[in-house]
């Protein structure tokens, strides 16, 4: 005999009456454009109590949330008790009454805040890193997740890529001093007064040696501070650079024999090809040369110092494992 000939008739109407009803919730929600056939129209209207071949009651796969729904819906509208709600309903009293928890993002969302307002050009690559760094090693999912609702993503602009015409090879070099890159910046003043700077970068740990500041920068002032650097560093064995007045001028070429530094100049138009120091120059850039308004040079010469010392000993770099160029260079032996 089957299992339901022995159930009270009322206890059978409202069973009836619960999987109609989210049975009918389902058939609304599905929307106009649902074009399924009319065989499968009524695939949810099992019969409560109905049994298969073999003489089992039938089971519909519904997530707990529904049958949540479903017990609450006997109990509000036919004030029967929750033990049986949650029985009709195939649902256990625990989960009944289980309530989700919301987790506590403060911790999170402050760091998130003060690292955005110290870097405001820092990704979310950059600060996961420095929060690691830190010793908190939260999910970077769940840092994800806050980071992008709190509305700290940087506006990507998106780059139409052209293919590679005879692209220079440009290697990273394994000891210091092997290749410095070299260029040149611009930007104004408060009062509208143009002002030059010239960075120099080693290749090998993106370490960033030296920006100079001045109104003009020709090719003896250029010499005179690799000189300068030569003193506690070394000259390197290479320097590459661009095809600029400075670079190609007969004083930095007799500079260049002097001391046995080898000018690799780049092609045309192809900044690429100088592309470490060229990625240093931007976030110079946004970090530095769009972030303030100088008024005076030691203004930009003081604030420009105190960025090379972050850059060099706090910033994390992706290309070097999300270490400092400091740190790089001292995690192999024989560097210095």
């Not at 890193?129 to 506006?155: D, V």
């Not at 470490?276 to 972030?291: G, I, P």
Request: with cysteine.
């Amino acid at each position: 005999m089957s299992g339901t000939r022995h159930q009270p008739f009322g206890l059978l109407q409202v069973e009836g009456e619960i999987w109609g009803h989210e049975c009918q919730r389902a058939e609304e929600s599905a929307g106009i454009g649902d074009r399924k056939p009319q065989a499968e129209a009524n695939v949810c209207r099992i019969e409560p109590g109905s049994q298969d071949p073999e003489g089992h009651r039938l089971k519909k796969a519904i997530e707990p949330d529904v049958r949540r729904e479903m017990a609450r819906y006997a109990i509000e509208t036919h004030q029967t008790s929750e033990r049986r709600a949650c029985h009709l309903a195939n649902l256990s009293r625990n989960a009944f009454r289980y309530a989700k928890k919301k987790t506590d993002d403060l911790d999170i969302k402050t760091r998130l805040y003060q690292i955005a307002e110290e870097h405001p050009r820092w990704g979310f690559r950059k600060m996961a890193a420095t929060l690691r760094k830190q010793g908190n090693y939260w999910n970077h999912k769940r840092m994800y997740r806050i980071y992008c609702e709190t509305g700290l993503n940087l506006r990507v602009k998106p780059k139409k890529r052209l293919p590679s015409r005879h692209p220079q090879p440009l290697t990273q070099p394994e000891t210091i001093n092997s290749c410095w890159s070299l260029d040149f910046m611009s930007d104004c003043l408060e009062n509208g007064r143009s002002f030059r700077t010239f960075n120099v970068l080693d290749d090998f740990n993106r370490e960033a040696l030296w920006i100079e500041i001045d109104l003009s920068l020709p090719a003896a002032r250029v010499t005179r501070v690799l000189d300068m650097l030569a003193v506690w560093r070394g000259y390197p064995a290479q320097i590459r650079v661009d095809n600029g007045p400075e670079f190609i001028s007969r004083h930095m070429l007799d500079w260049a024999d002097q001391h046995a530094v080898k000018i690799e100049y780049i092609q045309p138009g192809k900044p690429a090809q100088n592309g470490f120091v060229e990625r240093f120059n931007r976030t110079y850039r946004e970090e530095v040369l769009d972030a303030y308004l100088f008024s005076t040079l030691d203004e930009a010469r003081s604030i420009t110092a105190d960025w090379l010392h972050e850059y060099n000993s706090f910033r994390p770099h992706a290309s070097l494992g999300n270490q400092t160029p400091y740190e790089f260079a001292a995690s192999l032996e024989n560097v210095y």
